[in-house]
C-alpha cells in the first residue's frame, strides 16, 4: 500500500535534531523524498544516514533560516534533484529565556530573526518554488507560547504570536495558487531544544534542580505527561499529506490540553 506522502518531495528546517528529525523519518516512512535542512550541515547528513540506512530518500541541505540567500540555494539544490517542493516545513526554531525586565535588544533580535523572519523568508521562497505549479502545502511551528504570554520568554512568544499571524497571511495570500498555509502548536516535547531550556532557566533562577521546568511545565498536561516527538507526527502527517486538502489557516494546538482555545 501506498504512504500517504508518496512521491512527495518535502523540506523540513531545523531537521537535525528533535520533532524535525522525527517528522523526517516519518514523512520519509510514508513515502516522502526529504530535503533534512539544518543549520547544521553534519546534524543534517547524520539524519540523512539514518534514513538512507532505512531505505529512505533524504537529501542534507544546510542554512540559516534568517539569511535569504542561504535558504534560496538550500531549496534551489533540493528542487534540482527532487524535481518539485510539495510541501515545506517551517519548523526551525530557539528560545533563550530572559525574564521580562531583563530582555535585551540582542536576545530579541536573535530569537525574532530565526522563529519569525525565518518562518517568513521560508514562506516567501517555499511558495515561489510552489506556485509555478499551483499547489503546495506550508506547515509552520507554532507553540503554546504563540497563544500565551509566559514571562521568562517574552521575545519567544512574540515570536510564534507571528508565526501564527503569517500563517494567517499566507493563507489569504496563496490561496489563488492553491497553496495552503497552515500550523500546529505543541506544548511541552522532550526534545535538546527543552532540555536546554530547562538549563537555562536554572540559570537565570526559575528552577532550583534539573527538570524542575520541565515538570512545572508538565503540570497542567490533561494528558499527564509531556509530548515526544512521534506524538506530533500523525498532525504532521496529516498536514503534509491530501487529507488536509481543504484546511488553511489555521493553528492546530496539540499539547495535551495545556491551552485550552
Partial sequence: MAGRVEGKAIIITGAGSGMGRVFALGLAREGATVGVLDLRREAAEAVCEELVAQGLK???????????????????????????????????????????????????????????????????????????RKEGKIVNTSSIAGRQGYPSFAPYCASKFAVNALTQAAARALAEHNITCNAFAPGVVDTPLWAKLDADLMAIGDAQEPGQAMADFAAGILRGRVATGEDLLGTALYLASSDSDYLTGQVIMIDGGMVLV
Fill in 58 to 132: 533524504g537529501m542534507p541541505l544546510a542554512a540559516d533560516v534568517s539569511k535569504r540567500e542561504q535558504v534560496s540555494a538550500a531549496f534551489d539544490a533540493f528542487v534540482d534533484e527532487a524535481g518539485q517542493l510539495d510541501v515545506l516545513f517551517n519548523n526551525a526554531g530557539f528560545n533563550e529565556p530572559q525574564p521580562l525586565l531583563e530582555v535585551t535588544e540582542e536576545n530579541w533580535r536573535a530569537i525574532m530573526d530565526v522563529n519569525a523572519l525565518g518562518t517568513l523568508i521560508g514562506t516567501q521562497e517555499g511558495a515561489r518554488r510552489m506556485i509555478p
